[in-house]
């Protein structure tokens, strides 16, 4: 916003389990809250839209222009399983947030035919733009967990979208449920990725991590994210929806602690 101050839009669940957008202003230097905002900067929608049971967002990017934050939309009916598309609201100038289209940005098709989710986009030197997100594969891979990677799209103007398919690589019953990519510049050249990550529903998230020299191939590294649970309290017991930015030369990581989040997120900062 200003100086050291973020507005840090965030996703809440209200009683019936959907999420909306809220938003609190933090001084990241300081880790000091200087406005926590009450009410929703954006909702689910009705019950015949895409978002129709939450929104979760991903990042913000601008193209011609107009500023955008991408989003997850959910969609729970009865006697179906869940799932998801993305969609785009616009970031107005006095950083409020509304609908840019009632239809999906990147919706299920033939190459994603069951759910997407978390978007990160990330604009080239040359203009053009580059866009990670999460595919089901299937819902059971065959050990009860659902096969969930990260996949890669292209875009000329940060409009049309042309899917490449699969970015990150997989393992069944170690890297098989991927979730909310977060892309940065590589402190020594090319490009750093971190994610969530599991390999069964019996084993909670943590936060895994890939470097890449042009965005396309990927190496994974899942011990080399520099993050781990603590010990006790708040992120003892898993770290998920990594989001890593840069300030004054700085690198930090907001993140999600136990129970996806239900005991609030936290801030990390790169050292060494």
């Known amino acids: 916003m200003n100086g050291d101050i973020y507005r840090i839009f965030y996703c809440g669940r209200d009683t019936e389990n959907r999420s909306s957008v809220g938003a609190v202003d933090v001084d990241v230097l300081q880790r000091r809250i200087i406005a926590d905002h009450p009410f929703p900067f954006f909702e689910n929608g009705s019950e015949e839209s895409f978002f129709s049971d939450g929104v979760s967002i991903g990042n913000c990017y601008e193209a011609k222009g107009v500023r955008y934050v991408l989003f997850m939309g959910w969609q729970n009916h009865t006697g179906k399983h869940w799932r998801g598309e993305i969609g785009r ?92 990519p977060t892309v940065a510049r590589g402190l020594n050249g090319g490009l750093e990725m971190w994610f969530s990550y599991r390999g069964s529903k019996e084993t909670k998230y943590s936060i895994g991590y890939a470097t890449s020299p042009n965005g396309e191939d990927w190496s994974l590294d899942l011990d080399g994210a520099g993050i781990a649970t603590s010990s006790k309290g ?39």
């Open 89 to 180: 609201l616009v970031l107005t100038p006095e950083l409020n947030l509304m609908l840019d289209s009632s239809e999906p940005l990147l919706g299920t098709d033939s190459d994603d035919p069951f759910s997407l989710s978390y978007p990160w986009v990330r604009q080239r030197e040359d203009g053009s733009f580059d866009m990670w997100y999460g595919s089901t594969q299937t819902w059971d891979a065959g050990n009860g967990e659902m096969l969930h990677v990260i996949k890669h799209a292209t875009s000329c103007d940060g409009e049309r979208w042309n899917k490449t398919g699969l970015a990150v690589s997989y393992e069944l019953g170690v890297t098989q449920a991927f979730s909310r």
């Open 234 to 272: 708040w992120d003892s017991e898993m770290i998920e929806y990594p989001f890593v930015f840069d300030h004054k030369n700085e690198r930090y990581m907001l993140y999600n602690g136990n129970g996806f989040g239900k005991s609030g997120f936290g801030m990390a900062r790169l050292k060494n």
